[in-house]
């Protein structure tokens, strides 16, 4: 199984937001896999609930990256070995002040996912511990002893 990759510098409370002519990318320190990895074993490490327990914000994988209020969606990976998640918005050509037309549109989702960026790391520890030790129940079966094609227990699959 694949190991979680994320970045060398590894900060759970950095989410990169840059701004490159008419697009911003916003690029998690985790990969894209990672996401889906959480998404499959702890999809309540990517929520956060309100008081009653209602899903408020969620980060996810898609096909297609959006983001608002209520979530992020990764599509993307960057083009290094890292593979980090990213996401990409287009700044609508009329905008002067790119930087506060994104805090201005998208700050409380930016903010949520750095809520939300700041538990992963909690979240992959316990999957890789968790895949570690079902890797250890795993064994390939002893098929080269000849009493195993008889079948007979010993050196088979039930020794």
Same mark, same amino acid.
Request: aromatic share 8%; glycine share 6%.
């Given at each position: 199984?694949? &190991?979680?990759? =994320?970045s060398?510098?590894?900060?759970?409370?950095k989410?990169?937001?840059?701004?490159?002519? @008419?697009?911003?990318?916003?690029?998690?320190p985790?990969?894209?896999?990672?996401? @889906? @990895?959480?998404?499959? =074993?702890?999809?309540?490490?990517?929520?956060? &609930?309100?008081?009653?327990?209602?899903?408020?914000? &969620? /980060?996810?994988?898609?096909?297609t990256?959006?983001?608002?209020?209520?979530g /992020?969606?990764?599509?993307?990976?960057?083009?290094?070995?890292?593979?980090?998640? /990213?996401?990409?918005i287009?700044?609508?050509?009329?905008v @002067?002040? $790119?930087?506060?037309y994104?805090a201005?549109? =998208?700050?409380?989702?930016?903010?949520n996912?750095?809520?939300? /960026?700041?538990?992963?790391?909690? $979240?992959?520890?316990?999957?890789?511990?968790?895949?570690?030790?079902v890797?250890?129940?795993?064994?390939?079966?002893?098929?080269?002893n000849?009493?195993?094609?008889?079948?007979?227990?010993?050196?088979?699959l039930?020794?």
């Amino acid at each position: 199984m694949d &190991k979680i990759r =994320y970045s060398s510098n590894f900060d759970f409370t950095k989410v990169d937001i840059s701004i490159v002519g @008419k697009y911003c990318a916003i690029t998690l320190p985790i990969s894209l896999d990672t996401i @889906k @990895k959480i998404e499959r =074993y702890r999809p309540e490490a990517l929520q956060i &609930k309100d008081e009653n327990d209602k899903l408020k914000f &969620k /980060v996810a994988s898609g096909t297609t990256g959006s983001i608002s209020d209520h979530g /992020v969606t990764f599509n993307d990976v960057t083009r290094d070995e890292r593979q980090l998640a /990213v996401m990409t918005i287009e700044i609508k050509g009329d905008v @002067k002040d $790119a930087r506060a037309y994104i805090a201005s549109e =998208y700050g409380k989702a930016i903010l949520n996912l750095k809520e939300v /960026v700041a538990h992963l790391g909690k $979240a992959t520890d316990s999957i890789e511990e968790e895949m570690d030790e079902v890797l250890g129940y795993i064994r390939y079966a002893d098929v080269t002893n000849s009493n195993a094609a008889e079948g007979e227990e010993e050196g088979g699959l039930y020794d």
